[in-house]
C-alpha cells in the first residue's frame, strides 16, 4: 500500500496560510457535519480556536432557527473516535496512518 506523505516532504509543495477572514466568510456556507469536523479538529490538535467559536456559534444560530442537527453528540462522538494524541512522542505522520485505518 503506498501513501501519499511523502508528498508533504516535497519541495515543490506550497505552503498556503489559513486566512480566518475567507472562512469567516464561508461558515454561513458549511454543512453543520463539516462545522463540527471542524470544532473537533480544534479540540484535537488545539489550534485555530477563532474558527471553532465562529462553527459554534454558526450551530447555535441554526438551532435557534429549528435546526435539528446533533452537533452535540456529534462533535463528541467525532473526537471520542480519534485517537490519543500522545505529544511526548508525536508524529503526524502515524496519528495520521491511525485515523485511516479507523475509517475503514
Known amino acids: 500500500m503506498t501513501n501519499n506523505f511523502d508528498e508533504l516532504d516535497s519541495p515543490e509543495m506550497e505552503y498556503k496560510h489559513l486566512d480566518i477572514e475567507v472562512v469567516r466568510k464561508m461558515v454561513p456556507t458549511y454543512s453543520s ?61 502515524d496519528i495520521l496512518q491511525q485515523a485511516i485505518r479507523n475509517q475503514k
Open 33 to 93: 457535519q463539516k462545522l463540527c469536523e471542524m470544532i473537533v479538529c480544534d479540540r484535537y490538535f488545539g489550534c485555530y480556536r477563532e474558527i471553532a467559536v465562529m462553527c459554534m456559534e454558526e450551530l447555535a444560530q441554526r438551532r435557534t432557527n429549528g435546526d435539528t442537527f446533533p452537533f452535540e453528540k456529534t462533535i463528541d462522538e467525532s473526537y471520542k473516535s480519534l485517537p490519543e494524541l500522545n505529544l511526548n512522542n508525536f508524529n503526524i505522520r
